[in-house]
């Protein structure tokens, strides 16, 4: 019961409300409710008197839910009652007995209810009532299903299809006491405890019991004694059969990312969920929450309780939730005129180069990098307890070419997608933290990972966040986070496809290395991606000609669009010899006089919510027979080249697949054929030559992404054989980089010993113990 009270809450209109009558129903926006609202939403616990509950042995529906009013009930709310119950029973079968008597609740769909002529003729102002006079309006309803249904218990009415959908942002003052619908993700979920609703008191004089209702959980003592008229003093009966309490748990949810304005912090607001509504919510969860607006405060000690008792914090306490956690695109709807759109798009001639134009239309050429992109927002079929249907894919090269613009695009186009920064995210801000409520409770705060969850999270300077890699691992193979933490331990889903870029080291690619050794990434996390891309600036007369013009043609402005257009093309042919990126590059590069009326963002992101959604595309034989070959082929070329273990692996299998399957989703089609099959191959290839081809442009796959080359390896080993005798000679494990450097020279290894330093401390050989300082892990 230590959560029981929320006694923080007490005495927080004091100062506001003093000068009202404890009889009136001043609310904050002076809004006037009949009924029974007055005892609970239009006025604040501190401001209205005592509210006692009648003790009788019969039972009393009545006085279950209107304790205050007399009964018979006046006349609008008799008419109203007799509606209703007709309704429930003209559609008696709607209503499942027996899940009302598990849950003791009741799911109410609105719009059915307000589509029925009889109904809608009888209470017309059903709707007005049940937004501005929410609290008697719901004890209107669940009276009537309770006596209609011969309930045993109370029963709470969970309102559905509520409409108007309100911003977060436009969540003010004047919306207290109504009952508003919202929409938003779950940032925050705090534990679950227990709050009061009614207390039992017994009178020190004349030892007689009653009960007092505690609105909002805030504690409420009787002010007289019912039977004896003049007892002032009273002591609480906490195992008393009059004393109820629910489950109550508070949840904080943030508006969506792409709803809020740019450049300004999100908003939140939290919600107040109790009884079965408890445990619904989880991070990462899109929720559409109907509830009804109520204010407290927080009140402190000193000069910051005074200034406490005149901030007062809107928050919402649920009537009813409803989760769209299984959606990639929980927060778009299609219009008639988005089918028809999306329609149009499916009946172009080629799908996939259209959609690799569009996206991010101001980056001149990287066509294979952005049909990598294009199929990771697409994604796989999901498979339940199979494989992970996300591809991952990582954009590594020099400086200045347009690695973030590819990513923010991506972000931007993806139906729910989030795009962080590596240089300035922390582990709990990518995955989930673990933090402590006020009552010394812990509650979860989700990461942007689970935050994306069946969508895409776009992490830039990869690079950067060297110590937040391992935290990475899990959630891009497993598709979960995991959390064990203070005694808390317990897993989130996110099933998120990463989209990465990263700088090399070094600050220029350097062929001669591989991939590891110029981003200094852990092995197990470079395996993780699909597709590899790198990205070289390399000088190019033709090229650098083309590439000007795009730009400048950005800001010459619509009229001489065109002309660039027409001026570039006569390069263009001559052109296409220069670039060597593969088949699927040249198949998806802009032809001679070729003009592409690209899909303007809306439309590109309701196509890909679109596909995500309802096309769920399987392989043919024809597809799974090459995918099987290109994987076996390359298994082949592989074999006996190293004795380290092989680069190619069933990774690379599951990744052609989903793959194929994202290249099938494209074209909305629920199979996937050879050519997309062959597509898929030629982009895989292209990645490969990037990440295994040396300097001199020969492809070697002896060039792990997961280690050195050999020649770096045969250094590696010959260096640790020569520190593993100096460490037994000088009877230390601990040296200097100059030490090192030292040591290095006098056995006479070619290359530089700065770079066979770092190798082998991101091959975990050497651990860094301070600056310039390294200790020898033995093997």
Request: hydrophobic share 35%; aromatic share 6%; with cysteine.
């Amino acid at each position: 019961m230590r959560r029981g009270w929320r006694g923080r809450y007490r005495s927080n209109w004091n100062r506001s409300t003093s000068s009202r009558n404890s009889h009136s129903s001043g609310s904050v926006n002076n809004s006037t409710l009949s009924g029974a609202s007055t005892s609970a939403s239009s006025r604040a616990p501190a401001n209205q008197i005592p509210i006692v509950i009648p003790i009788n042995s019969d039972k009393n529906v009545w006085k279950l839910y209107f304790p205050t009013e007399g009964q018979p009930p006046n006349t609008f709310i008799s008419e109203n009652i007799k509606s209703f119950q007709s309704y429930i029973e003209k559609n008696r079968s709607l209503f499942d007995l027996e899940k009302i008597d598990q849950t003791r609740s009741i799911s109410l769909d609105t719009q059915a209810l307000l589509s029925d002529e009889v109904f809608k003729n009888q209470w017309s102002s059903f709707q007005t009532d049940l937004f501005e006079k929410p609290d008697t309006t719901l004890r209107i309803l669940e009276f009537c299903l309770h006596e209609t249904l011969k309930c045993e218990s109370r029963i709470r009415v969970r309102v559905l299809n509520h409409e108007p959908v309100i911003p977060i942002a436009n969540l003010k003052v004047n919306y207290f006491g109504k009952l508003v619908t919202i929409k938003g993700t779950v940032i925050r979920v705090g534990s679950v405890g227990l709050m009061c609703t009614s207390m039992a008191f017994e009178c020190s004089s004349c030892h007689s019991v009653q009960a007092v209702m505690q609105p909002q959980g805030v504690f409420t003592a009787p002010n007289l004694c019912q039977n004896c008229k003049n007892g002032h003093k009273f002591e609480p009966l906490q195992s008393s059969s009059y004393t109820n309490t629910t489950d109550w748990q508070v949840a904080k949810i943030q508006e969506i990312q792409s709803q809020s304005l740019s450049g300004t912090i999100p908003r939140t607001v939290e919600i107040e969920l109790q009884g079965d509504l408890v445990g619904t919510a989880c991070p990462g969860d899109v929720l559409s929450v109907t509830g009804i607006v109520q204010v407290r405060g927080e009140s402190k000690g000193g000069e910051d309780g005074r200034r406490a008792a005149r901030l007062l914090q809107l928050y919402v306490e649920a009537v009813s939730i409803h989760s769209q956690r299984n959606l990639s695109n929980p927060t778009l709807s299609f219009t008639l005129k988005d089918y028809y759109a999306i329609q149009e798009i499916h009946a172009s001639d080629d799908v996939f180069r259209l959609l690799v134009h569009s996206l991010c239309p101001s980056i001149f050429g990287h066509d294979a990098v952005k049909a990598g992109l294009i199929l990771g927002l697409f994604g796989g079929t999901e498979i339940e307890n199979g494989a992970r249907c996300n591809p991952h894919v990582l954009i590594v090269g020099d400086p200045g070419l347009g690695k973030s613009q590819l990513l923010q695009a991506a972000a931007h186009a993806a139906p729910r997608g989030v795009y962080v920064c590596g240089a300035s995210a922390s582990a709990g801000g990518l995955t989930v933290a673990l933090g402590r409520e006020a009552g010394g409770d812990f509650a979860l705060e989700a990461g942007a990972l689970v935050l994306a969850d069946k969508g895409v999270c776009c992490v830039d300077e990869l690079d950067k966040m060297t110590a937040h890699h391992s935290s990475l691992l899990e959630a891009m193979e497993q598709c979960r986070v995991s959390v064990a933490k203070g005694g808390v331990v317990c897993s989130l889903a996110a099933r998120a496809t990463v989209l990465a870029a990263a700088n090399p080291a070094a600050g220029s690619y350097n062929r001669a290395k591989t991939v590891a050794e110029n981003l200094k990434l852990n092995s197990a996390l470079l395996s993780r991606f699909d597709l590899v891309f790198i990205l070289l600036d390399k000088p190019d007369e033709k090229l650098d000609a083309m590439l000007s013009e795009h730009v400048l043609a950005l800001h010459a402005g619509p009229k001489n669009k065109r002309k660039e257009g027409a001026s570039t093309s006569k390069m263009n042919a001559s052109i296409v010899s220069s670039q060597t990126d593969g088949d699927i590059s040249s198949r998806l590069r802009l032809k001679s006089g070729e003009v592409i009326d690209t899909l303007p963002l809306v439309l590109l992101r309701k196509y890909i919510a679109y596909a995500r959604r309802y096309v769920h595309p399987k392989l043919s034989v024809e597809a799974a027979n090459i995918l099987q070959d290109f994987y076996l082929e390359l298994r082949h070329k592989h074999q006996g080249v190293s004795n380290d273990g092989a680069p190619i692996t069933t990774r690379q299998l599951e990744a052609c697949i989903r793959l194929t399957q994202a290249r099938a989703r494209v074209d909305l089609r629920e199979e996937a054929t050879a050519r997309d099959a062959s597509d898929v191959i030629s982009l895989v290839e292209h990645s490969l030559m990037d990440t295994f081809s040396d300097e001199f442009g020969n492809i070697q796959l002896s060039r792990s992404i997961n280690g050195s080359g050999v020649s770096s390896r045969n250094k590696v080993k010959k260096f640790l054989d020569i520190l593993g005798r100096r460490s037994h000679q000088l009877g230390k494990d601990v040296f200097t980089r100059q030490e090192l450097i030292q040591i290095h020279k006098s056995a006479g290894i070619a290359g530089d010993p700065n770079d066979l330093i770092e190798a082998m401390h991101v091959h975990a050989y050497l651990l860094l113990k301070e600056s310039n300082t390294y200790q020898l892990i033995s093997l």
